[in-house]
């Protein structure tokens, strides 16, 4: 008995031992890229009828900040638009192993969406899989950065293979 308490005790303790003597990752240069967005942002555009709503002007903040231990950044916003109120919460990354960006994003309107990207130059570009309609639906939005403290933007989608269509395009405005 003495004898399996120690191997229990063991199997407890040396992987904490192991965990607190590591040193702590530190995030890579690829994820010090999405520092752009950390601060407060206002967005305004124009939404255009399709079957995710009808079209229209709005308007919107989103405030970015990093998560602890820096690998993260967590996004929240609030808006209004042709559908009315919205709150929404996103979270960016980079997957070292696939060598790529990743968003993961909730909203009020019960949308959950996950998208891989990439930064060409000054240009992010995030694509997603869904459906529309019951169809296979591909998803785009495209960010062009201005300034250090704007930058404009396009959603687009592609239904059943067609060609891309316009959802919303706008710009953004980091606040001082």
Known sequence: MK?????????LVVPCLAFAQ??????????????????????????????FGPAGKFSGTDTCEWF?????LMCRGEGTGPQGKMTDLGIFAYDAEAKTYTYHGISSLGES??????LTGDTW????EGKVAGKPAKFRFT???????????????????????????GKATKVK
Do not use: C
Not at 3 to 11: F, G, K, S, T
Not at 125 to 128: I, R, V, Y
Not at 149 to 169: D, M, R
């Open 3 to 11: 004898r399996l308490l120690v191997i229990v005790v063991l199997a």
């Open 68 to 72: 602890a231990g820096g690998f993260h």
């Open 125 to 128: 570009t995030w694509l997603a």
């Open 22 to 51: 590591a040193t702590p990752p530190k995030p890579g240069p690829e994820v010090q890229k999405l520092a752009y967005y950390v601060g407060t942002w206002k967005s305004e555009g124009e939404a255009k009828a399709s079957s």
């Open 143 to 169: 960010e062009v950065q201005v300034s250090p403290t704007s930058y404009t933007f396009k959603f687009e989608n592609s239904v059943g293979g067609g060609p891309w269509t316009v959802i919303e395009e």
């Open 113 to 118: 969406e996950d998208a891989k990207g990439s």
